[in-house]
C-alpha cells in the first residue's frame, strides 16, 4: 500500500515538471519558428500528452484487453474536456479562438461520432458483434493524417517587431522531448499506483479504463493544460486538449484496432454519448462566453472565452459522471 501511495506522489510530481517544459518548450519553438501557440498545442504537445494514452492501448491491444483499450480512450476523452478544461478555465478564464470555435471543436466532434458510428455494428448492421475493425481503424488513420495536413498548413504568424526573450532552438526541443520523456515516466507511475488500489477492489476492465487509466493517463494534459493556464497561454492550453481528443481517436485507436480488431462492449455507448455531449457541451460554452467588451488581458483580441462559473459548471459534471460510474461499476 506504501508502495503504491509512493509510485502515486513520484507520478504526479514528474507530471508537473515533465508538463513545466513541455510547455515552455513549446512556446519558445513556437516563438523561434514564427508557429502560432495553438498550432504547436494541437501538434507537438497534443501528441506529446497523448503518448500515455498511446502505450497503455497498444499494450492492452496486444493483451486483448479490449474493454481496457476503449475504455481508456473514451474515458480520457471525456476527462480532457469535463476535468482538464474545467480546471483550467476554473484557474483563469481561456480565451479560444474563433478558428478553433469553428474548425478544430467540430473535427473533434466528427470524431466522437464516426467513433459512435463505426463501433455500432450490432445497431448499423444487425451484425451479432460490434467490432472496430482492421478497416474502421485505416479510415481512423485516413482521417488523422487529413487533422494533420490541415493542422501543419495553419498560417504561420507574423513578426510584430517586438523582441521577447527565449531560448535558443536546440533548447527548447530538449526542453520538449524531456518534458514529453518525463510525462509519460510520470504517467505511468500514477497508473501503476492507482491501479494496485483498484485490482483490490475486484472492478471490470472497463471501470478501470474509464477511471482510473483514463485519469491517469490524462494527468499530462491536466498538468500541460493548468500549467499553460497558469502562464496564460491558453491556446496550448485549448490546443492540447482539443488535439489530444483528436489524437486519441484517429490515431491511437485507429492503431489499436489496425493491430488488431476491437470487440466493442454495447454498454460502452453511454460513456460514448458523454464524449458527444461534452464535446457539443464545450461548443455551446465558447459562445456563452463571447467577448463583447474589453477584458483583462484580451483587450485587442475578438473571440471566445470559457469563464471560471463555466469551468466550475463543467467539473460538477465529472463530478456526477464519476458519480454514476461507481453506481454502474
Given amino acids: 500500500m506504501l508502495i503504491a501511495i509512493g509510485l502515486i506522489i513520484a507520478g504526479f510530481i514528474l507530471v508537473i515538471k515533465g508538463a513545466e517544459w513541455l510547455v515552455d518548450g513549446s512556446a519558445n519553438l513556437a516563438r523561434h519558428l514564427y508557429i502560432s501557440e495553438l498550432t504547436i498545442g494541437l501538434s507537438v504537445v497534443a501528441f506529446g500528452t497523448s503518448l500515455p494514452e498511446l502505450v497503455v492501448n497498444i499494450f492492452s491491444t496486444l493483451d486483448g484487453a479490449n474493454d481496457l483499450a476503449i475504455g481508456n480512450i473514451i474515458g480520457s476523452n471525456i476527462s480532457n474536456i469535463l476535468l482538464i478544461l474545467g480546471t483550467a478555465a476554473t484557474i483563469t478564464p481561456l480565451y479560444v479562438q474563433t478558428s478553433t470555435v469553428w474548425k478544430e471543436l467540430p473535427l473533434s466532434l466528427l470524431a466522437a461520432l464516426v467513433l459512435f458510428v463505426m463501433a455500432n455494428d450490432h445497431l448499423i448492421d444487425s451484425a451479432p458483434v460490434a467490432t472496430l475493425s482492421k478497416a474502421d481503424g485505416l479510415s481512423f488513420l485516413g482521417f488523422f493524417l487529413i487533422f494533420l495536413w490541415y493542422t501543419f498548413g495553419m498560417k504561420k504568424v507574423e513578426e510584430d517587431g517586438h523582441t521577447q526573450e527565449s531560448y ?162
Fill in 168 to 329: 535558443n532552438p536546440f533548447i527548447s526541443v530538449g526542453h520538449i522531448i524531456a518534458g514529453i520523456l518525463i510525462l509519460v515516466v510520470g504517467g505511468k507511475l500514477t497508473v501503476y499506483g492507482a491501479e494496485a488500489f483498484t485490482v483490490q477492489l475486484g472492478v471490470s476492465e472497463a471501470l478501470i479504463g474509464l477511471t482510473v487509466l483514463a485519469i491517469g493517463t490524462s494527468l499530462p494534459e491536466l498538468a500541460t493544460s493548468v500549467t499553460a493556464a497558469v502562464k496564460q497561454k491558453a491556446d496550448i492550453a485549448v490546443g492540447n486538449i482539443i488535439g489530444s481528443n483528436i489524437f486519441n481517436i484517429f490515431w491511437i485507436l485507429g492503431l489499436s484496432a489496425t493491430i488488431r480488431p476491437l470487440t466493442f462492449e454495447p454498454a460502452l455507448n453511454v460513456d460514448l454519448l458523454v464524449v458527444v455531449g461534452a464535446t457539443i457541451l464545450l461548443f455551446l460554452v465558447v459562445h456563452t462566453g463571447k467577448i463583447h467588451s474589453r477584458l483583462l488581458f484580451w483587450r485587442q483580441k475578438e473571440g471566445h472565452i470559457i469563464q471560471r462559473s463555466e469551468g466550475i459548471f463543467m467539473l460538477s459534471l465529472y463530478a456526477i459522471y464519476l458519480v454514476y460510474l461507481g453506481w454502474r461499476g
